[in-house]
């Protein structure tokens, strides 16, 4: 190799090609370093870069012609590598240098161009013109490495979107109850992920990330609250003030937004002026969740999709809504999650986990034609209606390549598991099942089952055998048991959703039911309850600041010989500043009644914490456990359950006298196994122990459980791929022509 070395070393070609590399670096970092400083078009640094690519195989072709036009030839015929002065170049040389500089020029331009420029697409074709569906020609294809990251509360390895001028890619990198959003710039020749933010997840809230129109702002939800920073960093701005309880995507035009709120319907909020009133007719629509909303241009119109309480992948439809006159009409059934591509005059929706494509008719508001799968495997999220794409105004599109996150969550499973985590029973349900509720003898387990916008509360009897329903009038959920167990305690809804409340049942399916609250409130959840002092703990809903405070879970005396309970004895419990998430605290009673156990994030990080009870100012005490949730207090002994992440963990403790008062002592928490559970807003809480048998009762899907060689050690995925597509609308209008509509 080193006589290689020696004999080429010299040559001009490598001369020539080691020089120009140097000086192309060179100016590479001084381009980096000015151009954004003097506020140079993006156009500048992509002709410097286009000049500095073709120019080194010309400069290269150069150097060779004039080395060999040097070579010096003797009498003998034999070549000399004796110096001579060069000789000019022949014209036939330079015609042969100039012909292949201008193929490589015109190669270059043909091939390359489309990963540097950015190309802004013609507007669609006009109607009369024929297209031919050449679906054998590409749009331009690359994958862009992003993060390690771990799933979010919903399965989903990242939130992505792309801004309108195409420039900008933002994502998030998932942690453990929080996340951080990156931007990295496309445009940049030597490009780099750059971290904007963290934010800590919210309470059922999605469709995080989103640019503004100028493709300055990215908007987010941080614990619900709706705030944007700036693409080049800074400090957070709050949008919308109020945090949102459940909610996925939302648009933001002309300082409007519109998004989900109070009982799922639409709202629109004026940023300018701070008012926020639910869109005309919205109250009077069907009991369903209205997600991932977009204003048409006419600002009249909203694509907005329609589904299930439980599955938009189970019942969802695409629904257009006229937000002057409160008219609707279903114009795509079967699918979520929309965007209007005015380009090309085209709807785009989810289906399954594929994107489809479909013309629209924007004079008319109709789709017509034919529906066209235009890209496979995307990841979703079925139950949320979600799906990983982003389209940029001038075609490019970005997405994440998986399948639905949630899919399998239509057949959860009941396991029982011992202290090693292994599993060595399974209670025999179907469809998607939660909030377990073990009764106090260990011998019935209480659950919510789903069906479509439906749920009941139904009781497992461990020694029968069987299941039995037990709630048959409106929406039903989070059963508790009361009174030695001869109640359970449930939330019920109006169908309308209008109407929330507390009731109480017979837990052996006898007699009638009877109501404890009733009111127009979101009542989200039952923490806990009270035997001796007949007081019942919950929670509300976000929206409902008007009546409750969102910082506190509130106490209801509980009265079964009632004949109404209109006006019922409600007390503020302001126990943790965990103001946005109390739904998953798991505010709990000790099995004496005496101390009550609980979930905040006063420390930074979730912790656990033990206070006296009734009097819960008498004292505080932590469990040194970051991150730990869902605790379980054990009637049998002196232990407390927690879990972090999928590892979970024993602490045991003991009780203390000391001038008429006592105080806990805590231990150590000790690992006890890994088990992966399925624990969200719809199955919370979704692990119970039995402190007869000593063994756990817990919601697992086995179908959707983690692929171990998926992710390292730390939990993370190794590597995320995003999918960049350029110049997309070129291909969109040959796969899904409109003239489809014409024929």
């Not at 949320?384 to 001038?394: H, I």
């Not at 399916?509 to 001796?532: A, C, Y």
């Not at 024993?650 to 002592?665: C, K």
């Not at 756990?696 to 190794?718: A, L, P, R």
Request: hydrophobic share 35%; glycine share 6%.
């Amino acid at each position: 190799m080193n006589g290689l070395w020696d004999r080429i070393k010299h040559k001009n070609v490598v001369k020539v090609a080691t020089a120009y590399g140097v000086v192309c670096w060179i100016l590479l970092q001084v381009q980096d370093a000015v151009l954004p400083t003097i506020g140079a078009p993006l156009w500048v640094a992509q002709i410097i870069l286009f000049i500095i690519l073709i120019g080194f195989p010309i400069a290269c072709l150069i150097a060779w012609a004039s080395e060999t036009s040097t070579q010096n030839i003797d009498v003998n015929n034999s070549i000399t590598n004796k110096p001579k002065k060069p000789l000019p170049l022949s014209n036939i040389s330079l015609i042969f240098i100039s012909l292949v500089s201008l193929s490589v020029i015109g190669l270059f331009a043909f091939y390359v161009s489309p990963y540097i420029f950015d190309y802004t697409p013609k507007k669609f074709i006009s109607n009369s013109v024929t297209l031919s569906p050449l679906t054998n020609q590409r749009s331009p294809r690359y994958d862009l490495n992003i993060s390690a990251s771990l799933p979010n509360e919903w399965g989903l390895n990242s939130e992505i979107a792309i801004s309108p001028n195409g420039q900008y890619v933002a994502y998030t990198k998932n942690s453990d109850g929080s996340s951080e959003i990156y931007i990295r710039d496309l445009y940049s020749p030597i490009s780099s992920s750059v971290k904007l933010v963290s934010y800590t997840w919210g309470t059922d809230v999605h469709g995080i990330i989103f640019f503004s129109k100028d493709s300055q702002w990215v908007t987010y939800f941080d614990s619900g609250i709706l705030k944007k920073v700036k693409i080049t960093g800074g400090p957070p701005q709050i949008v919308y003030e109020n945090a949102l309880g459940r909610t996925s995507g939302y648009d933001l035009y002309d300082d409007i937004l519109i998004f989900t709120g109070t009982n799922d319907h639409l709202y629109e909020y004026d940023i300018n002026n701070k008012i926020s009133k639910v869109i005309k007719g919205f109250d009077k629509m069907d009991r369903r969740v209205y997600r991932w909303p977009q204003l048409l241009p006419d600002k009249e119109n909203i694509i907005v999709t329609s589904s299930s309480l439980v599955s938009a992948s189970d019942d969802s439809n695409l629904i257009l809504y006229n937000k002057i006159t409160g008219e609707n009409k279903i114009i795509i059934p079967n699918a979520f999650n929309a965007r209007y591509v005015a380009d090309t005059n085209q709807i785009l929706f989810t289906r399954a986990s594929s994107l489809y494509a479909i013309p629209f008719d924007i004079e008319s508001l109709s789709v017509s034609g034919i529906e066209v799968e235009v890209v496979k495997d995307i990841e979703t999220n079925g139950i949320l209606g979600s799906s990983a794409y982003s389209l940029s105004d001038n075609g490019r599109l970005i997405y994440l390549t998986g399948s639905d996150v949630a899919v399998s969550e239509a057949n959860l499973d009941i396991d029982i598991i011992n202290r090693n985590g292994e599993t060595i029973d399974s209670i025999p349900v179907s469809g998607r099942v939660g909030q377990l509720s073990l009764s106090s003898d260990n011998k019935q387990l209480a659950y919510t089952a789903y069906e479509g916008s439906q749920n009941d509360i139904w009781v497992w009897d461990f020694e029968k055998k069987i299941s039995g329903r037990r709630t048959f009038e409106g929406i039903s959920g989070k059963p508790i048991w009361y009174k030695n167990d001869e109640y359970l305690i449930h939330t019920n809804r109006s169908e309308s959703m209008d109407i929330s409340g507390i009731s109480a049942i017979r837990s052996n399916g006898t007699g009638e039911p009877v109501t404890l609250l009733k009111m127009r409130v979101l009542v989200n959840g039952i923490q806990s309850i009270s035997d001796e002092y007949d007081k019942l703990y919950f929670y509300t809903g976000l929206n409902n600041r008007e009546l409750f405070k969102q910082s506190s879970i509130y106490s209801l005396d509980i009265n079964l010989d009632a004949k109404t309970n209109e006006n019922p004895k409600l007390e503020e419990y302001d126990v943790t500043p965990n103001i946005d998430d109390v739904w998953w605290s798991r505010f709990s009673l000790s099995p004496d009644g005496k101390w009550l156990i609980y979930v905040s994030n006063e420390s930074g990080s979730n912790q656990i914490y033990i206070r006296p009870y009734p009097d819960i100012n008498q004292g505080k005490w932590q469990i040194s456990a970051p991150n730990a949730s869902s605790p379980i207090w054990s009637e049998s002994s002196n232990e407390i359950f927690f879990r972090s992440g999928n590892k979970f963990f024993s602490a045991s403790y003991n009780v203390v006298a000391a001038n008429n008062s006592s105080y806990i002592n805590i231990d150590v928490p000790k690992f006890m196994f890994e088990a992966y559970i399925t624990e969200n807003h719809l199955t919370f809480p979704a692990w119970e122990y039995n402190s007869s048998l000593d063994n756990f009762i817990v919601i697992t899907d086995k179908e959707n459980e983690k692929n171990i060689e998926t992710y390292n050690d730390t939990g993370y995925q190794s590597q995320i791929s995003l999918s960049v597509i350029e110049n997309w609308f070129d291909e969109l209008q040959k796969m899904a022509p409109l003239t489809q509509a014409l024929n």
